[in-house]
Antibody
Framework: QVQLVQSGAEVKKPGASVKISCRASGYMFTGFYIHWVRQAPGQGLEWMGLIHPNSGDTNYAQRFQGRVTMTRDTSFTTAYMELSRLESDDTAIYFC????????????WGQGTMVTVSS | DIQMTQSPSSLSASVGDRVTITCRASQTISSYLNWYQQKPGKAPKLLIYGASILLSGVPSRFSGSESGTDFTLTISSLQPEDFATYYCQQTYSAVTFGGGTKVEIK
């Protein structure tokens, strides 16, 4: 069955970087886009960007341009999202999600990774 | 950027009630509108894609419709497991989520 399993919770200091992994299984990893979405405590969902695992092509939300890097390792069927220059406002749960072919909906999600930014 | 205005932000309803949630897009998005349900501490779950296509396995009490740039999620008879937060999402140009609607027990 399709599964996206994310790395564990992180605690970082302001100014540091964080890199989260999303390991895919149960389907052809290179055939489906992976998106990253975050959710601050008690808030809504915010799209960060996407990567196509086959080509490595990326598209980032404007507000994260210059601060986010999405990569993948096809050998390990794993996608990564690195966010740099962390601030307290980056405290959130970060999700990866797979896009299905139907209207680019996110049909499978990772379990989420909590990132806490605190001095 | 395309903005998605979702309303209401919260509502109280009873089991058996008919519930309607609306999303308005700031420009045309064709039918690239998806609906998700999220329960506390969990990842969102896809319910409806393409504005009105029910994902396999989702109960038929959920339905979606569209009229121009207005989109509606309807729960025909609210069940105890439906108390959650619902989000719309446009994928026509990049990705934008609505602000969410929390459905609470009356």
């Amino acid at each position: 069955q399709v599964q996206l399993v994310q790395s564990g919770a992180e605690v970082k200091k302001p100014g540091a970087s964080v890199k989260i992994s999303c390991r895919a299984s149960g389907y052809m990893f290179t055939g489906f886009y992976i998106h990253w979405v975050r959710q601050a405590p008690g808030q809504g969902l915010e799209w960060m960007g996407l990567i196509h695992p086959n080509s490595g092509d990326t598209n980032y939300a404007q507000r994260f341009q210059g601060r986010v890097t999405m990569t993948r390792d096809t050998s390990f069927t794993t996608a990564y999202m690195e966010l740099s220059r962390l601030e307290s406002d980056d405290t959130a749960i970060y999700f990866c999600a797979r896009v299905s072919t139907g209207y680019d909906a996110f049909d499978f999600w990772g379990q989420g990774t909590m990132v806490t930014v605190s001095s | 950027d395309i903005q998605m205005t979702q309303s209401p932000s919260s509502l109280s309803a009873s089991v058996g009630d008919r519930v309607t949630i609306t999303c308005r897009a700031s420009q045309t998005i064709s039918s690239y509108l998806n609906w998700y349900q999220q329960k506390p501490g969990k990842a969102p779950k896809l319910l409806i894609y393409g504005a009105s296509i029910l994902l396999s396995g989702v109960p038929s009490r959920f339905s979606g419709s569209e009229s121009g740039t207005d989109f509606t999620l309807t729960i025909s008879s609210l069940q105890p497991e439906d108390f959650a937060t619902y989000y719309c999402q446009q994928t026509y140009s990049a990705v934008t989520f609505g602000g969410g609607t929390k459905v609470e027990i009356k």
